[in-house]
C-alpha cells in the first residue's frame, strides 16, 4: 500500500547538509501496525512527515496505493492527506476557539462536506472515541486524555487509510495514555494501517511491527520476517 | 471549503483576538469618518453657496452686448470674452420688455465718477438703472426710497447711496434730501440701501445709484452695459431667451451680437467648484484609508505569526494554500467592512454635531463619498492582506506545525 524505495531527506543547516532519511527502502501494507523508534535525530520524525505528505523527499520514490505522489503538486498533495492520512500529535493541535464537535468537524469542512452530514458523522466519531456527553465543551474545558480524543475523531473523521501518531502519549499521564493507546489499537483492529513514532519502549513494544532507527537510516526491522 | 464556513472561522478569529480587532476597526473607522466628514462639510459649503445664489433671483436672465464664442456652462468667462460691435440701447431694453414672458427689465449703465458733498470727495462706482433693480436683485432699503417708476428715458436729477457710500460722506448727518455733486452735475439724495454686500457682480454698498438716462447723460454714451430680465417663470426661461434673442437680433439689421446668459450657467460654474472642492477633500481623506491599510498589513501579519500552528493543523488536515488565503482575506474584508460602516456611524453622528454647531450650514455626506469610503476602506483592507494571506499560505506544514 506504500512503498518508500531509496527516499532521501537532506536538510542544510549553515553550510552543512544533513541526511535526516538516508536511501530508505519501506513497505507498509494495509492495516499494519508499527512502531518507529530512535534516538531524537535519528529521522523518525521526518519519516513520519514524508509519509504523511506533509513534507517531499529530495531524492526517490513513495509510492501511495499504487500512485507515486513523489511528483504531486502543493494542491494534490493537500487532496491525499484530506483522504488518505490522519495525524495524531503528541500536543493535541486543537483549536482553542472551537468546540470539540467543531474540531473534529474540521477536516470535513475544508472538504467542503454539507453541514448536516458533518455535524452527524463528527458525533458518532465522538460517540466511538468515548466522548459522546462533550460535544460542545472547548479544549480548556477537557482533560489531556480527553483532548487526544478529540484529536483522534478528528484524524479518523474523514476514514483514512493511515494513522500517524508522533508521540501520541507524550504529554498524558498514564491512565489517560492507556485508554489512548487502547482507542489506536482498537481503530488497527478494525482495519486502519497505524504507525506510531514513540520514545517509550513500553509503546512501542506493543505494535506489531518494529522499526528503529539511527542516523535516518532504518537499521532493524522485524516487519519483513514477520 | 463553503463560504459560509469560510467566514464562521474569520468570524471566531476575529473574536479570539478583541485587541487586535478594536485597533484594526478604530484604524479603519477614522478614515471612513474622516471621509464622510470632510465631504459633508464640503457640501454643506456648497448648499449654502447655490442656495443663497438660488435667492437672488431665480428666473434671471442676463443680456450683454456682443456674441460670446461659448455659450452655456462657461457664463463667467463668456462676459469677460463678449466683443462689443454694437451697444445695446435702451429702446432694446424696452421691446424685451414688451416680451411676453418677460416679467421685469433693469438695463444697466456703470461708471465710475467723482463725488463731492461740502469738502468731501471720493470715486465712485455709478449705477444707472430703473426702478426693476431693487426687485430683481432683491434688494432692500434702509431709508428713504428707490428710484421711482419713471419711463426708462427720462433723466432726473435724483440718486439712491449705498452704505458705504453713504456713511462716508454724511456721517451722522442725515443724507436723504441733501444734494450730492457727481462730476458735472448735482443730484439729491432719495435714498439709502441696506448693507447688502455683493449683489451679483455689483459691491452694491459702494455704489450710487441713479436713473439709467441720467447715468447716460453723465457718461455721454448712448448704450446700456447689460439689461437684467426677469422671466415670468422658470419654465419660461428658455423660450424668453430665445425671444429675447430673435427680437434683438431684429433690431441689429438681423445681426444676433448679443450674448444672452442665465443664472442657471453661472449656478453650474459655482456647483462644479465645489463639486471639485468636495472631491478633493474626500481625497484628502482617502489617504487616511491607505494608512489604515498599512496597518492593516502589519496586524494581519502579526496574526499570521501567531496562529502559525493553526495554519500548519490546516494544512495537514488538507486544506490547500488558496483556502488559507482566502480564511485571512475572508477576515481582513470583514474587518475592513465592519470598520467601514462604524466610520460611517461616527461620520453620520459628526455632521450632526457639526450641524447643531453651526446650524446656517446644512451638513450631508454625498452618497458617492460614503460608497467610495466603504469601498475604498474594503478594498485596501483586502490589497494589504494579499501579502500576509500568501505568506501564511507558504508556510511549510512541518514548521508550521512545529510552530516555527
Not at chain 2, 57 to 69: I, N, W
Not at chain 2, 218 to 230: C, D, H, K, Q, T
Not at chain 2, 306 to 313: A, D, V
Request: net charge negative.
Amino acid at each position: 500500500m506504500m512503498r518508500l524505495r531509496q527516499l532521501c531527506r537532506d536538510f542544510q543547516v549553515g553550510d552543512q547538509v544533513v541526511h535526516a532519511l538516508d536511501h530508505v527502502d519501506l513497505e507498509i501494507r494495509s492495516g499494519e501496525y508499527i512502531s518507529v523508534m530512535g534516538a531524537s535525530g535519528s529521522g523518525k520524525s521526518t519519516l513520519l512527515n514524508i509519509l504523511g505528505l506533509l513534507d517531499r523527499a529530495t531524492s526517490g520514490t513513495y509510492t501511495l496505493n499504487g500512485a507515486d505522489v513523489s511528483t504531486l503538486d502543493d494542491n494534490a498533495l493537500a487532496e491525499q492527506r484530506q483522504e488518505n492520512i490522519g495525524f495524531i500529535f503528541q500536543s493535541f493541535h486543537l483549536i482553542p476557539r472551537l468546540t470539540a464537535v467543531e474540531n473534529v468537524e474540521l477536516p470535513m469542512l475544508l472538504s467542503g462536506t454539507p453541514v448536516a452530514v458533518r455535524r452527524e458523522r463528527a458525533q458518532e466519531v465522538l460517540e466511538a472515541v468515548g466522548l459522546g456527553a462533550r460535544f460542545d465543551h472547548r479544549p480548556d474545558q477537557l482533560s489531556g486524555g480527553e483532548r487526544q480524543r478529540v484529536a483522534i475523531g478528528r484524524a479518523i473523521v474523514m476514514k483514512p487509510s493511515l494513522l500517524l501518531a508522533d508521540e501520541p502519549t507524550g504529554n498524558l499521564d498514564s491512565r489517560s495514555s492507556t485508554e489512548v493507546v487502547e482507542i489506536i489499537e482498537q481503530l488497527n483492529d478494525d482495519g486502519i494501517s497505524l504507525m506510531v513514532v514513540t520514545h517509550d519502549p513500553d509503546l512501542g513494544e506493543r505494535a506489531r511491527r518494529h522499526l528503529f532507527m539511527r542516523d535516518g537510516k532504518i537499521i532493524s526491522d522485524d516487519g519483513d520476517a514477520a | 471549503m463553503k463560504a459560509i464556513d469560510t467566514s464562521r472561522l474569520a468570524v471566531q478569529a476575529i473574536r479570539r483576538y478583541p485587541m487586535r480587532t478594536s485597533m484594526l476597526l478604530t484604524a479603519v473607522a477614522i478614515g471612513v469618518a474622516a471621509v464622510v466628514l470632510l465631504t459633508s462639510i464640503g457640501e454643506g459649503a456648497r448648499r449654502y453657496v447655490t442656495g443663497e445664489f438660488a435667492a437672488l433671483g431665480t428666473h434671471l436672465l442676463v443680456v450683454l452686448p456682443g456674441k460670446a464664442e461659448t455659450t452655456g456652462g462657461g457664463g463667467g468667462a463668456g462676459m469677460m470674452i463678449g466683443e462689443t460691435a454694437r451697444d445695446l440701447t435702451l429702446e432694446d431694453a424696452m421691446a424685451i420688455e414688451r416680451i411676453q414672458r418677460v416679467a421685469q427689465v433693469a438695463p444697466i449703465v456703470i461708471g465710475s465718477g467723482t463725488a463731492s458733498w461740502r469738502q468731501r470727495e471720493r470715486e465712485i462706482t455709478v449705477l444707472g438703472t430703473t426702478t426693476e433693480m431693487l426687485e430683481i436683485q432683491h434688494l432692500s432699503m434702509r431709508s428713504g426710497s428707490f428710484l421711482p417708476e419713471i419711463d426708462m428715458d427720462v433723466a432726473s436729477p435724483i440718486c439712491v447711496l449705498g452704505d458705504n457710500v453713504a456713511s462716508e460722506f454724511f456721517g451722522a448727518t442725515a443724507p436723504l434730501g441733501q444734494w450730492l455733486r457727481i462730476g458735472d452735475t448735482r443730484c439729491r439724495i432719495i435714498g439709502v440701501m441696506d448693507q447688502a454686500g455683493t449683489a451679483g457682480p455689483f459691491e452694491v454698498d459702494e455704489l450710487v445709484i441713479m436713473p439709467v438716462a441720467s447715468a447716460q447723460q453723465l457718461f455721454n454714451a448712448p448704450g446700456v452695459f447689460r439689461i437684467l430680465v426677469e422671466a415670468v417663470n422658470q419654465e419660461s426661461m428658455a423660450a424668453a431667451r430665445r425671444e429675447i434673442i430673435r427680437i434683438v437680433a431684429a433690431r441689429h439689421q438681423g445681426e444676433e451680437d448679443i450674448t444672452v446668459v442665465t443664472q442657471d450657467a453661472v449656478l453650474d460654474t459655482f456647483e462644479s467648484i465645489f463639486d471639485m472642492i468636495t472631491m478633493g477633500l474626500a481625497g484628502i481623506a482617502a489617504i487616511s484609508l491607505i494608512v489604515a491599510g498599512v496597518l492593516i498589513m502589519n496586524v494581519m501579519l502579526v496574526a499570521v505569526s501567531q496562529r502559525t500552528k493553526e495554519i500548519g493543523l490546516l494544512r495537514a488536515l488538507g486544506a490547500k494554500q488558496r483556502q488559507i488565503i482566502s480564511l485571512f482575506l475572508t477576515e481582513a474584508v470583514m474587518l475592513s467592512f465592519a470598520g467601514a460602516l462604524l466610520g460611517l456611524l461616527i461620520g453620520e453622528l459628526g455632521s450632526r454635531l457639526l450641524g447643531v454647531a453651526f446650524p446656517v450650514l446644512e451638513f450631508v455626506a454625498p452618497l458617492w463619498a460614503m460608497a467610495a469610503a466603504v469601498l475604498t476602506a474594503v478594498i485596501s483592507g483586502l490589497l494589504f492582506s494579499i501579502l500576509p494571506a500568501r505568506r501564511a499560505a507558504r508556510l511549510d506544514p512541518v514548521l508550521a506545525l512545529a510552530g516555527r
